[in-house]
């Protein structure tokens, strides 16, 4: 008998921390009469048991199979050890070791027993807004320092009453060890205040809260991983004050509904949709809109999309039970600065916005936006991979080294490596102000903090005036490596995708500084993880103005026109050339003749805008890619139509611009109606593109094809890409776990530099 009782010790590492992990444990080992110990530590849970032999397999075995929802197991050791003769088995007080190397679960949507629980008059948590449970609620985002455990979150303020401890220390309860439980009488509370934060006086302020919205108040409304600005979707009056408030003319604003039900007023729902709207990480779909529909048409203007996301909290679910079709939830910020986390922050900057404050008093220690995914060819497409995703890894093929990727300067995240596992970012925004500078530099040290993670490598972009570049510039004792941007969109694709070797890929972005000094964005390259090699492009033309071309896409409209016509593009017939001012356009075309302030691109980019103003969609834009998106909205594409195009060939091959703006003029002329324009124009690219490829595969044997950048967001582009390229047999990669978009160009400088490094 003696024999057979033994004693193992296993370490586990992966999201193993605050997902109810130990009581699983716990119960597994009662289950199977064993004794011993769990408990945290910095590189995740270890257990030691003791038992029979089988009676120790069996509990292997079913740790392995059934653990809770949110865990994640990554790596698992085991070994025999000398029995020591435990009287029972507990879960004993983390303690703190060297190597700090566990992962930290994201922030989840609100679990269905809590939800029970929460409109449940009898229950002691009835309405109680901050209910949660070890599957459910906030982590990531409370989160100051490793292990996971309560003084280590922004719940230490709180210290818990008999009953929420019971719950807590009892090992069958769904609380046992919740770090943020809570409950009305020892937890966090909400509370409302007027915009100069004086409180407003209510029984309920979550009912007052409803009752303002309906009335057409704008409330600052502090959830998860931040403020948001809310408003009733149906008031068109409000939203348009929101609009004109926010200084955000036209980005669609995200909106939340209290269940599929209400979605389906304004929008489809594909059932993939639906199981994205339902997950537990709760993004923002984009879905297509019902016409006509209820909601203001202020809420998504010139869009086919509606942003919908179901609520996460228990909080957004009080507020929305109060029968609302859909409350925009947008993100509290003025336009371009990160969003508010902090109450007395949120005053100072949405004081200006928001007419009342919906604030509580757990702190954020992090802040974390909305996610935004949209379904394309076949799969979900992170536009922003942000809260309930951040920060589960990525995981990759080959062990790197520890290194920080600065990311780029629009939709900035950054990336840390250790071993086999990527960690990107939450969405950190657009690196143009101090703000996000000051955003981007705490999200750094943060995530070096909890991760433990102390680069050696630093990597960053080429561009020299970047605030990304300054920064990884200025770190003293670490090596610092520049990656080509489109270099990375590409490395990041293979990284995500676990390929190795060389692959031709196609970088279709806005912007990116390139080798030469001139704005890139139309790349073919063939690339391996250390270098790159660029084989084709579209070939250059002057941006007049430079960054004002990129707000102003008449002024690339005249530029591809005066490329493609000469001063003969005066006598054309075009809405373009009555809209704006004859002097206005002389002066682009001296900016242009003596090259002052023009520098060249090959951007994909700025030829979509260049055609959307062409054709008459769009002059001005009030965010990057605004009239691209457009184009895509508008187009309809149901025929085999395209223009002439032509490539010349040489050292590399350039694609001319020209053909295609001569087929657009001439199709205006005709008097063909812009979304058909707009269709040929896209299956245009599709075929120049997919037959290019085929070009230079005869020439390089290259078969595998990633395909990368912002551009790749439009779906009309990607779907037919895949199709056309696929159709000749080529293996097309994208991405599917980080954006496409420069969200994605950190885990891409990372994995370059951990290459470059080692070679
Ligand atoms: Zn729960
Ligand atoms: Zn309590
Ligand atoms: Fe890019």
């Keep these: 008998m003696k024999e057979n009782y033994i004693a193992r010790k296993l370490k586990i590492n992966g999201i193993v921390q605050g997902v109810g992990f130990r009581p699983f444990v716990y119960n597994l080992a009662n289950k199977f009469q064993l004794k011993g110990e769990v408990a945290n530590n910095s590189s995740g849970v270890s257990i030691h048991v003791e038992g029979t032999r089988e009676n120790i397999e069996f509990f292997c075995s079913d740790l392995f199979k059934t653990h809770p929802p949110l865990a994640h197991l990554v790596e698992i050791s085991f070994n025999e050890k000398p029995v020591e003769y435990f009287k029972d088995f507990s879960i004993v007080k983390s303690i703190s070791e060297n190597s700090r190397s566990t992962l930290i679960s994201p922030d989840v949507s609100v679990c269905d027993d809590c939800l029970g629980e929460l409109f449940n008059p009898d229950n002691r948590r009835y309405k109680y807004p901050f209910i949660n449970c070890t599957n459910c609620g906030p982590r990531y985002t409370i989160i100051n320092e490793i292990p996971y455990d309560r003084p280590n979150t922004s719940m230490k303020e709180f210290i818990m009453c008999s009953k929420c401890r019971a719950e807590y220390d009892n090992p069958s309860s769904r609380r046992f060890h919740a770090q943020p439980n809570a409950c009305v009488d020892c937890g966090p509370h909400v509370s409302l205040k007027d915009n100069t934060g004086r409180n407003i006086n209510s029984s309920n302020p979550i009912e007052k809260t409803a009752n303002l919205l ?17 408003a009733d979707s149906v008031n068109n009056e409000a939203v348009t004050r929101l609009r004109k408030r926010k200084n955000r003319e036209e980005k669609p604003f995200a909106i939340m509904s209290y269940g599929i039900k209400q979605i389906r007023e304004y929008a489809f729902i594909e059932p993939e949709e639906e199981k994205l709207l339902n997950s537990i990480q709760r993004p923002i779909v984009l ?179 970047y605030l990304s570049t300054r920064y990884a510039e200025e770190q003293l004792n670490v090596e610092l490596i520049k990656v080509q941007h489109h270099h990375a969109h590409i490395a990041s694709c293979m990284a995500e995708n676990g390929i190795d070797g060389t692959v031709l890929g196609l970088s279709f972005d806005g912007t990116g500084y390139g080798t030469d000094g001139s704005i890139w964005g139309g790349e073919v390259l063939i690339v391996d993880p250390v270098r790159f090699k660029r084989i084709a492009n579209i070939s250059y033309i002057p941006m007049p103005g430079s960054a004002s071309a990129i707000k102003e896409p008449w ?174 047999s080529f293996e097309v990669y994208m991405h599917s776990k980080i954006p496409t978009n420069d969200g994605g160009i950190s885990l891409g400088q990372a994995v370059v530099a951990a290459a470059t490094a080692k070679r």
């Excluded at 920060?391 to 093929?397: A, N, Y």
């Excluded at 002097?583 to 260049?610: A, C, Q, V």
């Design 555 to 728: 002024r690339m409209g005249i530029s591809y026109l005066y490329h493609a016509f000469g001063e003969d593009f005066w006598n054309l017939d075009l809405p373009l050339l009555k809209q704006i001012e004859e002097k206005n356009i002389k002066l682009i075309i001296e900016m242009i003749s003596k090259n002052i302030n023009s520098p060249l691109t090959s951007s994909l980019g700025r030829l979509f805008d260049g055609i959307a103003a062409i054709i008459g969609i769009r002059n001005h834009v009030s965010f990057e890619g605004q009239a691209a998106m457009e184009l895509e909205m508008l187009a309809v594409s149901n025929s085999e139509e395209i223009y002439d195009y032509e490539w010349l060939s040489g050292n590399t091959y350039k694609v001319l611009t020209q053909p295609i703006v001569c087929g657009v003029v001439e199709d205006m002329a005709r008097g063909i109606h812009p979304s058909r324009i707009s269709g040929k124009f896209h299956m245009t690219l599709i075929k120049l593109f997919s037959e290019l490829c085929e070009v230079i595969r005869k020439e390089s044997g290259l078969n595998r094809i990633a395909l990368s950048g912002g551009v790749f967001q439009n779906s009309i582009l990607l779907t037919g890409l895949i199709k056309a390229l696929e159709g000749k």
């Design 287 to 465: 879905l297509l809109k019902k016409e006509p529909n209820p909601l203001s048409r202020e809420v998504s203007p010139n869009n086919r999309y509606f942003g919908a996301m179901l609520p996460y909290t228990p909080l957004h679910y009080l507020i929305l039970a109060y029968e609302f079709t859909a409350l925009i939830m947008t993100s509290g910020n003025i336009s371009n600065e990160p969003i508010a986390i902090d109450n007395q922050d949120a005053f100072e900057r949405l004081g200006s916005i928001a007419d009342y404050f919906l604030i509580n008093n757990r702190d954020i220690y992090l802040r974390s936006d909305d996610s935004i995914v949209r379904r394309s060819a076949g799969k979900t497409r992170f536009i922003r991979r942000s809260r309930g995703y951040v920060p589960v890894p990525v995981f990759l093929k080959h062990s790197v080294p520890q290194i920080l990727g600065c990311g780029a300067e629009l939709k900035n995240t950054v990336c840390l490596t250790r071993g086999k596992t990527a960690f990107i970012s939450q969405h950190i925004g657009d690196l143009e102000n101090l703000a996000t500078d000051s955003f981007f530099r705490l999200t750094v040290n943060h995530l070096k903090r909890i991760l433990d993670i102390d680069p050696e490598i630093i990597a960053c972009d080429l561009h020299p005036d």
């Design 214 to 230: 309906k009335q057409g108040y704008i409330i600052a409304i502090k959830g998860l991983g931040g403020f948001h600005l809310a």
